[in-house]
């Protein structure tokens, strides 16, 4: 059974940190690997999509990396601003015929202090 | 296209009662996703749409939840005689399936705001 953790479950760092998140996942047979936002009370917003072939993926001043023989991702946040205040989740998509569910983790609170 | 939109967004219920939430994904998308979060945890999955099939179906999905999703658009998630225990946010994503639309991103979920509920 495919089970997703994120650690640590909150981070407060100072604004223009770099910072890096970590999620693992118990079984490497992933199609792919979703990072998403969350803001308080609202829905999830994508980030970066990693496919089970890929190594890693940029958008901006994030950066996800995937090593799926250690079950490992992490998403690398370069000069956090308040505004990168949220919890972050990962997602993994199972390599399994006939489930597209995407499991997820339980996320990590992150506050940017200005 | 304004995104994936859910209603209502909130609703408070007496245990007992049926709720229905409704979800409109992006007009290409083919695939659609329920998930259930409660507060400090991720989301939970429900079930899975490709067009009109429900093709995937969680434990979690007792007999008292169904969800439709009649002509492979919008998707509606019922909960008859409901219990405290399913307060939660309902959430709602769309994907598009490889192939399906060249030039735009597969597999990607977009997420709507979601549905609370709360049951007294």
């Known amino acids: 059974k495919q089970e997703v953790t994120q650690i640590p479950a909150a981070l407060s760092v100072p604004e223009g940190e770099n910072l890096v998140l970590n999620c693992s996942f118990t079984d490497s047979a992933i199609y792919n690997l979703q990072w998403f936002r969350q803001d308080p009370g609202k829905g999830l917003t994508s980030l970066l999509l990693i496919q089970s072939s890929q190594r890693e993926q940029t958008s901006g001043r994030l950066n996800a990396s995937l090593d799926k023989s250690s079950g490992r991702s992490t998403l690398y946040i370069a000069a956090s601003q308040p505004g990168d205040s949220a919890t972050y989740l990962c997602a993994v998509r199972p390599l399994r015929t006939g489930t597209y569910k995407y499991i997820f983790g339980t996320g990590t609170r992150l506050k940017v202090l200005a | 296209d304004t995104g994936v939109s859910q209603n209502p967004r909130h609703k408070i219920t007496k245990r007992g009662q049926n709720v229905t939430f409704r979800c409109d994904p992006i007009s290409e998308h083919n695939r659609l996703y329920w998930y259930r979060q409660t507060l400090g945890q991720g989301p939970e999955f429900l079930t899975y749409f490709q067009n009109e099939a429900q093709l995937e179906k969680s434990r979690l999905l007792s007999d008292r939840f169904s969800a439709e999703r009649p002509k492979g658009s919008f998707s509606t998630l019922e909960i008859q005689r409901t219990e405290q225990g399913d307060s939660a946010m309902y959430l709602c994503?769309?994907?598009?399936?490889?192939?399906?639309?060249?030039?735009?991103?597969?597999?990607?979920?977009?997420f709507g705001a979601g549905s609370r509920l709360t049951v007294l």
């Open positions: 994503a769309s994907s598009l399936e490889e192939g399906r639309l060249a030039g735009e991103p597969a597999n990607v979920l977009t």
